[in-house]
């Protein structure tokens, strides 16, 4: 097995059911990088997965400590934007020369213009890694990007809760088919994921963004939930604009999207009534991932020309709120 040494940087909803799903193989020693709470609860009990009225347990060597860990095979790292810049701090002895590092975040990762955009590859988002402290304990040819289409909660730690969807994509930012992706798909596949490897990560990634970049803030602004935000006209339509100026954004750099805001509003839609991401990040009065989800955006606006008009009073309300809740730097 390619991947028998699995560790999962970040411990909450999406990186506890990937661990939970993935320790189960037979082969693979699973480890865990959580803190606090988590990690209490995990050295006592395992890691626990409910899906429907199952609970499954799994054994894992968890520490706060990323050297008790020693050198993985496959670092997933499953935290939150603002978390990133402690993960470079503290991720080099996980990573040896052939380690994969998958990315299972949301927004625009650090790496998203690596190897890719044409006239606009390689260069670096300072929205997301101002220093470039990220990229250099990262190093690029370590990172598989992913894309998660899954809803999951954490009703106390060390158990994760599975809602709804299955889906994880996986790719090359450089859009290689190669052994490692393929494998990573496979080791995936296994664990009961609807596992796809994407010639395309990037483009993944960005129409996966166009729904939640303007819906998330806009929640976390209101506290309403999808169904309210998408069936206020006012709200719809300034939503809808903060979409088609990403969907210009997203054609400058190969990255164009056929439908419409309203073929992905009525998407959104079928979800039902829920609680956005930040929202429910702002309401547990966590750091909200403002930077990956708008700012990058805007940045991407000026490197490639297209003005933001909508995206900018979006990001500005949001900025305002969050710094006011102690959530986003001053």
Known sequence: MMFSKVCIYGVGAIGGWVGARVGQLPGVHLS????GDTLRAVQQHGLRLRSGDAIHTVAAQASAQPDELGVQDLVVVAV?????PEVARQIAPLIGPHTVVLTAMNGVPWWFLQQFGGTYANTPLLSVDADGSIARAIAAPHVIGGVVHGSCSVPTPGLVQHHFGNG???????G?????AQALQALLAQAGFDASLSPHIQKDVWYKLWGNMSVNPVSALTGATTDKILTDPLVRQFISSVMLEAKEIGARIGLAIEQSPDDRHAVTRKLGAFKTSMLQDVQAHRAVELDALVG???ELGQITGVATPFTDALMGLARLQAQGLGLYPA
């Open 32 to 35: 865990l990088v959580a803190r």
């Open 296 to 298: 990058a955006v805007r």
């Open 176 to 180: 290689a088919l190669s052994e490692r």
């Open 168 to 174: 994880l994509i996986v790719g090359e930012p450089s």
């Open 80 to 84: 939150k934007a603002p978390a990133l």
